[in-house]
């Protein structure tokens, strides 16, 4: 790159024009600094935008804008000239996520959020740095904006979109709000701990922010009827964006956490923007139909070590998967017509980026979808898409230059210019440079060879068979520099070195000993791309995930039977028909249509079954289970009844796939003991592969879990767990009373303020509550209360408080000592779903016996059998049978227990839970006596799906050995060849 001296008189002209756009506040320091700002960029190879390729182009910049650009434009008079043959000009890279520290302080203010972590106010601009070594490797990988963003936090605060100068230029401080579904884990003492706090604390805060927004209008247009709202800087920031517009930008840890992400978006209508996490693949039909645009990393995972074959069994499926899939994930978003841009946060090293790109391109991303995710893409999101991520006129003069195509794999940044300026990459001076060259000085033909390892430059010169090194190197823009004893060459002494680079030609002149001045060029013979060139990596191994990713999945969910027919099996209906053998049963569109002695073939023929020698039962249904639930408790507070566990379902949970096996088809899924009022629990049918909305049986009544006992008032939890209230058994009580109350008062506020049309015009509206809504929920029979319980005297109390408030619960959940109060249980008509022969395994439920479950059985209370474990819910048809044992029960009334009681108790016995017609086609075909400990499911189906058969399961076993082979195979090959490729060991 040449740079022509300008005319000392033009210059000074230059130095005396105003510049109206470098106007700054700050008092200049020491003596002024005028730099031109006037530039004309020649002879590039220019990307005006993605898809837009301009060859010999000029770009005129004034003022720290593009003023021009194309390739037959009349360069301005003022102008410096840069000749930048052989390079290719890009609009400055802008990197949508980067993070960095922000202050967060002690929240000690009154005018901040109650909540440790919610910053929503903070502008992250703030933070920036200059000096920071992470802007100056962002500008070598040639990026010259960034978006940065608080690292930590659940409301962030504002993002700040900062041009990468070393005092920084804010181009917006405000771009976009951040928010995160951060946590602190089981330990934490601080709300809230699990994800599902985490997204119910973010979901009221919205609220929150909409209801003060709301609640200021009113008060300040009637002051005199309304007390003042307290002021909270975070809330206030959110209603600024909110009614702004603004973007809201949220992290998400996995594909799962994009879905439960965008359903938060969607109930508050928020603008959104996704930093991904690279896994987007593995739902990606469902990912694309999101209105949201995406940040996405280039963080490919390293080959896992599969050369030990005992430790590679350690590695599941989908991780091996993950290896090969990778880099194939954003063009396969885009494909899907989803607005990408890249961020370079995630990388263990920086330079990994660049390289990672190459990988992305050479997987088959087009190189205008890259560029797009490098320059427009991040400008749109962020609102600056007029100002930025083009070279076109009027656009900040952002630019990113390169030796080569910068998708390429021997690409070199040499330059960035940001708002006019430029600044040289040190680490690509090593390219302009290095290589083999013929060096010419007079009629003497020598070979000189450039090299710049280990941060350092090495210079040899060769003539026949003299090889003479270069000391004190040094390189200054397009200046080289050196010194070298000549004595060989019969020039006494040390002669001095220096040279310029023209187009790719060293211009020198060799000063001698005895000062004789000698002219010099040289004429490059290898580019350092030439000698390092590689072959291209080959594409990625074919698209194809399963659902879930990784063992046992689907590749494509299960299609309904129309017509089922099961015939000459014992068919056990936990319903009004009782036991009968050799009957038949057919199921048509999802539905149980018959069930008869012998039943005719329908027309058109169906899937006939052979059920001789077979048993047919419903499917099971467990009425406390943990499966798929993600975190289990939020034990920060006493009550966290705004949680749901439908926000947290683990579609991917392996023991979906082994509780079918077990027959298993309906489970409640509970929010965990930890506290007196936990949160909202989810009734789901187990439809393998299926995302977390989809497995949720939409009929159920919706319930809450409530928890007596020891874990409530946190006893054995250690000493530092000794503050929370209640600590005691009387304050458990207690705290349920006060509960009630609040959500009464809540209510009878709501109430008040709806019937009252003058009230609603000039008085602040109640606050929106979720905690206090799922209480009223309950209090009017809307929600079922199932309450972990294993004392008498505390499940009494409980029935005394719920009759005090009049509702009625629905279940205890345990209810080891029900034997002792059976009948009082069936009076109030709360049914017990009870461990089998679970006893004596801690203090309080010494008095725990095996016969439970039988004695409440005789006096008439509905019980049934749980498993509270994922690895006991896979043989919930033993634990029934032990009902036999202990109490004598029938074998028909052994299976209501994990049937239809269990239905009942859970409010699904009109579709699930024994076989009468018109429920749905939830059945399970047994080998033998679904109590016998010998028996196997051989069949599991949910509304006339097939989810499991011996027969599919060998079939998905087989192909996953296989699957697992193929890419253990490609592992060790690229393994080998990155070892060969780094001169290791990988002969």
């Known amino acids: ?98 993070p960095v520290e922000i202050n967060a302080g002690d929240n000690q203010s009154i005018l901040d959020h109650w909540q440790e972590k919610t910053w929503a106010h903070r502008q992250a601009a703030a933070a920036y740095d200059g000096s920071n070594q992470q802007y100056e490797k962002l500008r070598q990988l040639g990026f010259t904006t960034a978006n940065l963003v608080g690292d930590k936090g659940i409301f962030r605060g504002y993002s700040g979109l900062v041009n990468l100068t070393e005092k920084g230029q804010v181009i917006d401080e405000e771009p976009a709000q951040i928010i995160s579904l951060e946590r602190g884990g089981w330990k934490s003492k601080t709300y809230p701990a699990s994800l599902m706090g985490a997204i119910a604390f973010v979901r009221q805060t919205l609220l929150d922010c909409d209801w003060y927004h709301e609640a200021w209008k009113i008060y300040q247009k009637y002051p005199a009827r309304n007390s003042q709202p307290q002021q909270d800087l975070s809330l206030a920031a959110l209603s600024s964006s909110r009614e702004a517009g603004l973007p809201f930008c949220f992290p998400a840890a996995e594909e799962q956490e994009v879905l439960r992400i965008n359903r938060l978006a969607d109930e508050f209508s928020l603008p959104l923007i996704i930093r991904g996490s690279g896994y987007e693949y593995r739902r990606i039909d469902e990912i694309s139909q999101i209105d949201a645009r995406w940040i996405l990393p280039v963080n490919f995972p390293e080959a896992p070590d599969v050369t030990n074959p005992l430790l590679a069994r350690q590695i599941p499926t989908e991780r091996l998967k993950h290896w090969a899939l990778a880099p194939g994930n954003i063009k396969r978003m885009v494909a899907k017509g989803n607005a990408v841009a890249v961020t370079t946060d995630g990388l263990g090293k920086s330079e990994d980026f660049h390289r990672n790109l190459v990988k992305l391109v050479n997987n088959g991303l087009d190189k205008t979808a890259a560029l797009a995710a490098l320059t427009t893409e991040p400008a749109a999101m962020l609102n600056q898409g007029e100002r930025l991520g083009r070279i076109a006129p009027g656009y900040h003069a952002n630019l990113t230059v390169v030796d080569g195509d910068y998708f ?105 000993e005895a000062g004789q001045i000698m002219t010099w060029n040289a004429v490059r013979m290898t580019s350092p791309a030439q000698a390092e060139s590689v072959p291209a990596e080959q594409p990625a191994s074919p698209y194809f995930v399963t659902y879930p990713e990784g063992a046992y999945g689907f590749a494509q969910i299960p299609a309904v039977e129309p017509v089922v027919l099961v015939n000459d099996a014992t068919i056990w209906t936990c319903g009004p028909l009782g036991i009968v053998e050799g009957w038949d049963a057919l199921f048509v569109d999802g539905k149980l249509k018959e069930i008869a002695p012998a039943i005719a073939y329908p027309r058109g023929g169906a899937l006939i079954i052979d059920g001789n020698g077979k048993h047919l039962t419903p499917g099971i249904v467990d009425c406390h289970s943990h499966t798929t639930c993600i975190g289990v408790n939020e034990g920060t507070h006493s009550n966290s009844a705004e949680v749901r566990v439908e926000d947290v379902i683990d579609a991917d949970d392996i023991a979906i796939y082994r509780e079918l096996a077990g027959g298993v088809t309906t489970i409640n899924v509970l929010h965990g003991s930890a506290n007196t009022i936990g949160g909202q629990n989810a009734v789901l049918k187990l439809r393998w592969g299926s995302n977390d909305q989809n497995l949720i049986f939409s009929a159920a009544p919706p319930g809450i879990k409530f928890a007596l006992g020891e874990n409530v008032k946190q006893s054995n939890w250690g000493d530092q767990f000794t503050t929370r209230y209640p600590q005691t058994r009387l304050g458990v009580e207690q705290y349920l009373t006060d509960a009630f109350t609040a959500a009464e008062d809540y209510a009878g506020e709501w109430r008040r303020y709806r019937r009252n049309s003058r009230l609603r015009k000039t008085s602040i509206p109640p606050r929106r509550d979720l905690e206090l809504e799922a209480l009223t929920e309950v209090l009017a029979g809307q929600r079922l209360v199932h309450c972990h319980a294993y004392r008498s005297d505390e499940m009494l109390a409980f029935m005394r408080i719920a009759e005090q408030f009049g509702f009625r619960l629905g279940t205890f959940q345990h209810t080891l000592e029900g034997y002792k109060i059976a009948e009082r249980l069936r009076e109030h008509g709360v049914g017990g779903s009870s461990f089998s022969d679970w006893w004596a395994y801690k203090f309080e439920v010494y008095d725990a016996i095996p016969h439970n479950v039988s004695l409440m059985h005789e006096i008439g209370a509905s019980v049934s059998v749980n498993s509270d474990s994922d690895e006991l819910a896979r043989r919930l048809n033993t634990e029934a049978a032990k009902a036999l044992k202990y109490g004598g029960m029938s074998e028909e009334e052994a299976l209501k227990l994990i049937t239809i009681n269990a239905a009942r108790q859970l409010g699904i016995e009109r579709w699930v839970g024994s076989l009468e017609e018109g429920k749905d086609a939830d059945f399970v075909i047994w080998d033998a006596s679904p109590l016998s400990t010998a028996a196997r499911a051989e069949q599991t189906w949910i509304e006339g799906r097939r989810y499991f058969s011996l027969e599919k399961d060998a079939i998905l076993r087989q192909r996953d050995r296989q699957t697992r082979n193929r890419f253990i195979q490609q592992i060790i090959a690229a393994r080998v060849k990155d070892a060969q490729q780094k001169g290791g060991h990988g002969e």
């Open 408 to 512: 390429s794999k021997n690409a070199s940044v040499c330059e960035v210019w940001i708002g006019g300026r430029r600044h040289p990459i040190e680490s690509s001076q090593s390219r302009e440079f290095t290589g083999r060259w013929q060096m010419m000085i007079g009629s003497d033909s020598l070979g000189l060879q450039i090299d710049f390892r280990d941060g350092r430059y090495r210079i040899t010169v060769t003539h026949d068979t003299l090889r003479l090194k270069g000391k004190e190197i040094s390189v200054s823009e397009n200046q080289l520099n050196w010194v070298m004893d000549t004595e060989p060459l019969a020039l006494p002494g040390w002669t001095r070195y220096y040279a310029t680079r023209y187009a790719g030609q060293l211009e020198g002149r060799a000063v001698t």
């Open 1 to 98: 790159m040449v740079i022509r001296r300008l005319q000392p008189l033009l210059l000074i002209v230059m130095l005396m024009v105003i510049r109206t756009g470098g106007a700054q506040t700050r008092p200049a320091e020491g003596i002024r600094s005028n730099p031109p700002t006037v530039w004309a960029l020649t002879n590039a190879r220019v990307h005006s935008e993605p898809g837009v390729q301009i060859d010999k182009a000029t770009i005129i910049i004034r003022d720290g804008l593009i003023e021009a650009v194309g390739d037959n434009i009349g360069i301005p008079a003022d102008a410096g000239i840069i000749d930048l043959s052989g390079k290719t000009v890009y609009a400055g890279f802008i990197d949508p996520w980067v």
